[in-house]
């Protein structure tokens, strides 16, 4: 296999994984991840045996990358997320029917790039695309969560895409999120807030909201 970490795979071959004890180069996990990756693989039901960390880290724009170096191909990327996984111990790994290797995630595992509106009111449905294609309907199984970003003051909005992997709402996508934002009761308290598929989602109180915009 020919890709932009040849050389990098040139270094692992004698030294092994970076921190990953035996396991084997990554062309081969790369080869693996294929034959698992044909549309979303049950990674959830695999249990194979921890095999070390891989010198991978997820950034927090949705940049990948491999020994410091930002994986080029957007294929290889879309071929990793399939079989991602988030575990009970909070880590990340990459998950096929043979190994379990760790990754680093600085923030989510995605980002969400694009949104579709369609309806209104109760009926409202919002749809997200992520940077690695995934295409989630926020409602009862992808929850939308607002958290406040305490350096900046302002919010980061994350959507769940599957198991325990979330999205972040990059930062155009939510200004395009809160336009679809009205004032709904939660549990007596008026609250600013998004729906989708019968589903709401607070944002933040409203008189916060009111204070925010004098």
């Known amino acids: 296999m020919t890709s932009d970490l040849d050389h990098q795979g040139e270094a692992t071959s004698e030294h ?23 549309g979303l693989p049950p990674v959830e039901r695999w249990n194979p045996d921890f095999c070390g960390d891989l010198d991978m880290e997820i950034r927090p724009d949705g940049t990948w990358f491999y020994l410091g ?102 930062r155009p996508v939510m200004y395009e999120l809160i336009e679809y934002g009205e004032c709904i009761e939660i549990s007596g308290k008026a609250m600013f807030s998004v729906r989708s598929k019968g589903q709401v989602y607070p944002i933040m109180p409203w008189d916060r909201l009111e204070r925010l915009s004098k």
Do not use: C, W
């Not at 990953?20 to 044909?38: H, N, Q, Y």
């Not at 690695?132 to 350096?151: I, K, N, S, T, Y």
């Open 69 to 170: 170096t930002p994986i080029g191909r957007m294929p290889l990327v879309q071929l990793f997320s399939t079989v991602l996984r988030k575990d009970e111990d909070g880590r990340t790994y990459l998950v096929t029917p043979v190994e379990k290797v760790g990754i680093r995630v600085v923030d989510a595992h995605f980002v969400a790039v694009e949104m579709n509106v369609l309806g209104e009111g109760a009926e409202q449905v919002l749809t997200f695309r992520t940077n690695v294609g995934d295409v989630v309907e926020a409602g009862p199984e992808h929850p939308l969560r607002f958290v406040d970003e305490e350096e900046t003051g302002g919010l980061k909005p994350y959507l769940l895409v599957r198991g325990r992997l979330e999205a972040l709402v990059a």
């Open 16 to 38: 092994g994984l970076a921190r990953a004890g035996d396991t084997v180069g990554l062309e081969a996990l790369i080869s693996r991840a294929a034959r698992a990756g044909k």
